[in-house]
Protein backbone atom coordinates (compact mmCIF):
# COMPACT_ATOMS: atom_id res chain seq x y z
CA UNK A 1 0.00 0.00 0.00
CA UNK A 2 1.42 3.43 -0.99
CA UNK A 3 0.04 6.81 -0.79
CA UNK A 4 0.06 7.48 -4.17
CA UNK A 5 -1.37 5.68 -7.47
CA UNK A 6 2.34 5.47 -9.39
CA UNK A 7 3.68 3.67 -12.38
CA UNK A 8 5.01 0.63 -10.05
CA UNK A 9 1.28 0.37 -8.66
CA UNK A 10 0.11 0.39 -11.85
CA UNK A 11 1.76 -2.00 -14.16
CA UNK A 12 4.61 -4.39 -11.88
CA UNK A 13 3.05 -6.85 -9.41
CA UNK A 14 -0.10 -6.36 -7.84
CA UNK A 15 0.34 -2.97 -6.18
CA UNK A 16 -3.25 -1.82 -7.12
CA UNK A 17 -6.45 -3.45 -5.48
CA UNK A 18 -9.66 -3.48 -7.13
CA UNK A 19 -12.59 -3.64 -4.70
CA UNK A 20 -15.45 -4.89 -7.47
CA UNK A 21 -18.29 -4.05 -6.14
CA UNK A 22 -17.02 -0.90 -4.50
CA UNK A 23 -18.08 -0.64 -0.48
CA UNK A 24 -20.67 1.51 -1.08
CA UNK A 25 -24.29 1.31 -0.20
CA UNK A 26 -27.52 0.59 -2.91
CA UNK A 27 -27.80 4.46 -2.66
CA UNK A 28 -24.57 5.73 -2.63
CA UNK A 29 -23.87 3.46 -6.04
CA UNK A 30 -26.70 4.48 -7.40
CA UNK A 31 -25.62 8.27 -6.68
CA UNK A 32 -22.55 7.69 -8.62
CA UNK A 33 -23.51 6.15 -11.23
CA UNK A 34 -26.26 9.01 -12.03
CA UNK A 35 -23.38 11.45 -11.11
CA UNK A 36 -21.28 9.63 -13.94
CA UNK A 37 -23.80 9.68 -16.52
CA UNK A 38 -24.73 13.44 -15.93
CA UNK A 39 -20.71 14.06 -16.43
CA UNK A 40 -20.70 11.67 -19.56
CA UNK A 41 -23.94 13.26 -20.98
CA UNK A 42 -22.73 16.78 -20.30
CA UNK A 43 -19.66 16.47 -21.98
CA UNK A 44 -21.16 14.83 -25.18
CA UNK A 45 -18.91 11.85 -24.89
CA UNK A 46 -19.33 8.95 -27.25
CA UNK A 47 -18.62 5.78 -27.10
CA UNK A 48 -16.50 3.92 -23.85
CA UNK A 49 -15.71 6.34 -21.32
CA UNK A 50 -14.71 6.01 -17.07
CA UNK A 51 -15.77 8.50 -14.90
CA UNK A 52 -13.42 8.31 -11.85
CA UNK A 53 -14.65 9.74 -7.97
CA UNK A 54 -13.04 10.93 -5.00
CA UNK A 55 -14.92 10.37 -1.85
CA UNK A 56 -14.91 12.94 0.71
CA UNK A 57 -16.24 11.29 4.08
CA UNK A 58 -18.67 13.52 5.96
CA UNK A 59 -17.76 16.37 3.62
CA UNK A 60 -18.72 16.57 -0.18
CA UNK A 61 -18.98 12.86 -0.92
CA UNK A 62 -18.49 12.16 -4.45
CA UNK A 63 -16.13 14.45 -6.49
CA UNK A 64 -15.56 13.97 -9.80
CA UNK A 65 -11.91 13.49 -10.67
CA UNK A 66 -11.33 13.16 -14.57
CA UNK A 67 -13.45 11.14 -16.90
CA UNK A 68 -11.16 9.41 -18.67
CA UNK A 69 -12.65 8.76 -22.61
CA UNK A 70 -9.84 6.58 -24.11
CA UNK A 71 -9.33 4.07 -20.68
CA UNK A 72 -6.83 1.44 -20.70
CA UNK A 73 -8.04 -2.07 -22.52
CA UNK A 74 -4.99 -4.42 -21.59
CA UNK A 75 -5.87 -7.42 -19.59
CA UNK A 76 -4.71 -5.63 -16.69
CA UNK A 77 -6.56 -2.27 -17.15
CA UNK A 78 -9.64 -1.30 -14.95
CA UNK A 79 -12.03 -0.69 -17.55
CA UNK A 80 -12.31 -4.47 -18.73
CA UNK A 81 -12.47 -5.77 -15.27
CA UNK A 82 -14.87 -3.48 -13.79
CA UNK A 83 -17.43 -4.89 -17.05
CA UNK A 84 -16.05 -8.35 -16.11
CA UNK A 85 -17.48 -8.00 -12.44
CA UNK A 86 -20.56 -6.23 -13.43
CA UNK A 87 -21.07 -9.56 -15.44
CA UNK A 88 -20.00 -8.42 -18.71
CA UNK A 89 -17.14 -10.62 -20.40
CA UNK A 90 -14.26 -9.06 -22.16
CA UNK A 91 -15.88 -10.30 -25.92
CA UNK A 92 -19.22 -9.55 -25.27
CA UNK A 93 -17.90 -6.06 -24.29
CA UNK A 94 -16.07 -5.50 -27.39
CA UNK A 95 -18.78 -6.90 -29.31
CA UNK A 96 -21.28 -4.19 -27.76
CA UNK A 97 -18.49 -1.23 -28.54
CA UNK A 98 -18.05 -2.31 -31.76
CA UNK A 99 -22.18 -2.42 -32.98
CA UNK A 100 -22.18 0.88 -30.82
CA UNK A 101 -19.52 2.57 -33.48
CA UNK A 102 -21.26 0.92 -36.07
CA UNK A 103 -24.21 2.81 -35.12
CA UNK A 104 -23.01 6.03 -34.19
CA UNK A 105 -21.27 5.95 -37.64
CA UNK A 106 -24.53 5.00 -39.65
CA UNK A 107 -26.49 7.89 -37.95
CA UNK A 108 -23.98 10.28 -38.75
CA UNK A 109 -23.94 9.07 -42.70
CA UNK A 110 -27.53 9.81 -42.35
CA UNK A 111 -27.27 13.12 -40.96
CA UNK A 112 -24.22 14.15 -43.26
CA UNK A 113 -26.32 12.66 -46.52
CA UNK A 114 -29.11 15.56 -45.99
Known amino acids: ?8 DKYIGDGA ?8 SATEV ?7 IQIYRTLRS ?6 DFFYEVGKRGFLCNEINTIPGFTPISMYPK ?6 VS ?6 ELIDL ?14
Not at 17 to 24: E, I, S, T
Not at 103 to 113: I, L, P, Q, V
Open 46 to 51: DGMARV
Open 1 to 8: SHEFYDYD
Open 30 to 36: AEVQQLA
Open 17 to 24: KLLVPAPL
Open 90 to 95: YPELLD
Open 101 to 114: AIARHAKRRRNTSR
Open 82 to 87: LWQASG
